[in-house]
Each structure stands twice: as structure tokens, then as C-alpha cells.
């Protein structure tokens, strides 16, 4: 393994509105009234576009996982 690759990590991509909202099967102003009312994945504001991270959005998936009984 080469230096320059060993401590590089990948980036973690931005995801649009449209790549969430299909990705949780929601409509996209379910999520736009979710980031309104502080819910959902945690967006980001890039311009005057939300964009999601794609680890805020596996993260906040992971947390609505329905505790074992």
C-alpha cells in the first residue's frame, strides 16, 4: 500500500434532495418539511440547495430502528 492511500479515507458524498427522497421513498417535501422542523437526516445548505450526507443519512436510519423486544 502506498503512503499517499494508507491514512486517505473516501469522501463522503453529497447527496441531493431527489437521491434521499428516493432512497427513503418519501416525497421530497416530506423532507423539506422535516429539515423545517429540525427531523430527519441532518442536511446541509450548499447555495440554496439542501444536500445530505450520505453517513448523516445512514446514521439517522440506523437510529429509527425499532428497539429489539
Given amino acids: 500500500m502506498s503512503a499517499s492511500t494508507a491514512g486517505e479515507s473516501r469522501p463522503d458524498p453529497l447527496l441531493t ?6 432512497w427513503l421513498g418519501k416525497p421530497k417535501n416530506t423532507l423539506y418539511a422535516w429539515h423545517s422542523r429540525g427531523k430527519g437526516p441532518r442536511a446541509i445548505r450548499v447555495g440554496n440547495t439542501l444536500r445530505y450526507r450520505r ?5 439517522w436510519l440506523d437510529a429509527q430502528t425499532d428497539p429489539e423486544r
Fill in 17 to 22: 434532495i431527489d437521491d434521499v427522497a428516493t
Fill in 55 to 59: 453517513s448523516e443519512v445512514d446514521r
